[in-house]
């Protein structure tokens, strides 16, 4: 059953606080040429910006008092999109900023005093660069009835896969974690770690004793991150308490992916499309939606601009599709499957969209074709021109990319405001 569809008191649950590792500019290289006009964790998934959908489920959560982001981004770089979803999902929301990366349990100890005040007696931990429908209610109820110190998200995949993440190993009864290896060379098991847990304020403490030296993980590689402040969760934390009663592992079957490239944020995109299809069907465009009344998946990342409504005429919609209110489609365009188009997007008459994410502002002229493809904000595609990638090798638009009319650009990447007036296949454009 849904987590959509459960009830819950808070009575059941304890407090909690939510804390969201969102990292910082160094590390969002491999999400270039996008994160250079955009922190990675604004960029959208399914029409909402990345963090929103953990902020979301979040504020679902009975008793949670506050949403913290941790990371080493510009403070102002989120001020706005943090004062809008705050007012918007009833729940104080405020950014951290460590001053250089203490890695994903070392800010967690340097910040332990602000996550603490109130008294939570749960904390949940989520990683940014991850999609997935975020079961937070079934997670902090399992961690209640199992009272470890820290509870795990965890899913089954396919071997091949597994060996890319954190592998656990769980005894089949209890559900306690007995074994943890992090993208081991061999396959230890196909439950990998999905980077959402819950911890106890016992958790907090225990890191705090690795960083004043009390507690030492026997592993090189810790002692070498010592000199940096550096204190990892899964290698430093996990791995050691793996086995001694202190951490379970909670199971689920709904999607989940993690988003380290822009390819990666494709497929994650079409994840989250495929779940509002089956979960949250309003939120997906169809060929006969007045889009004027669909308010739920505004962008607030960059230049927000007011709602003007599309024509309520029929659109050419074909499987699950997300336009944003603002953007502006000739019916004779024909958009879909698996296709987001942002705030402010003019799609011109012929033109055939699929598997592809469509920024703010971009402009697509007359029978333009693009698949596999993310077009970066306030780029042009001229008429008749084809821009096509491969769901392992996309082409990707920076910002303010302009393409001349007939040309076709194939499995390339396009930085910034660059110019396009011949065909170009599987290059780098600098």
Request: charged share 20%; aromatic share 8%; net charge neutral.
């Amino acid at each position: 059953m849904s987590e959509e569809k459960t009830q819950n008191t808070v009575s059941e649950f304890p407090k909690t606080k939510a804390v969201i590792l969102v990292g910082g500019a160094s590390k969002g290289t491999r999400f270039r040429p996008l994160s250079l006009d955009l922190p990675k964790p604004l960029f959208p998934l399914g029409g909402k910006p990345m963090i929103e959908h953990h902020i979301e489920a979040c504020a679902r959560v009975p008793g949670l008092m506050e949403i913290i982001l941790l990371g080493f981004y510009e403070e102002s770089l989120f001020t706005s999109f943090l004062e809008l979803t705050s007012e918007r999902f009833g729940v104080p929301i405020r950014y951290l900023r460590e001053a250089k990366s203490l890695g994903t349990a070392g800010g967690l100890s340097r910040y332990s005093n602000a996550i603490l005040s109130g008294n939570p007696g749960a904390i949940f931990v989520l990683h940014c660069d991850i999609g997935c429908s975020f079961p937070l209610v079934n997670l902090l109820r399992f961690h209640v009835q199992k009272s470890p110190e820290f509870t795990i998200l965890g899913k089954v995949v396919e071997p091949g896969e597994a060996r890319k993440y954190g592998c656990m190993v769980k005894d089949p009864n209890t559900c306690e974690l007995l074994h943890y290896a992090e993208k081991p060379s061999s396959v230890v098991s196909e439950l990998i770690n999905c980077g959402v847990y819950v911890i106890s304020p016992w958790i907090l403490d225990y890191i705090g004793q690795i960083r004043n030296g009390s507690q030492s993980p026997n592993r090189v590689s810790f002692y070498m991150n010592r000199e940096n402040d550096i204190i990892r969760l899964e290698q430093d934390v996990i791995m050691p308490l793996a086995g001694k009663g202190k951490i379970y592992v909670y199971e689920m079957d709904d999607f989940w992916a993690q988003v380290k490239e822009p390819k990666t944020a494709l497929r994650c995109s079409e994840l989250y499309l495929a779940y509002y299809k089956e979960h949250k069907p309003e939120l997906l465009t169809t060929p006969t939606t007045s889009l004027r009344a669909r308010m739920d998946g505004l962008l607030f990342m960059r230049n927000q601009k007011p709602t003007v409504g599309l024509q309520e005429t029929r659109l050419n919609i074909v499987g699950a599709v997300y336009i944003h209110p603002s953007a502006k489609v000739e019916s004779n365009a024909k958009i879909g499957p698996n296709v987001t188009i942002a705030a402010g997007v003019e799609i011109a008459a012929g033109a055939r969209l699929k598997d592809c994410i469509i920024l703010e502002d971009v402009n697509i002229k007359e029978h333009a074709f693009i698949s596999h493809s993310i077009i970066g904000w306030g780029s042009i595609v001229d008429a008749w021109t084809r821009v096509q990638g491969t769901a392992e090798n996309p082409t990707i638009f920076g910002a303010g990319v302009v393409t001349e009319a007939e040309i076709v650009v194939r499995n390339c990447t396009v930085l910034p405001h660059k110019t396009l007036n011949e065909s170009c296949h599987q290059q780098i454009i600098l």
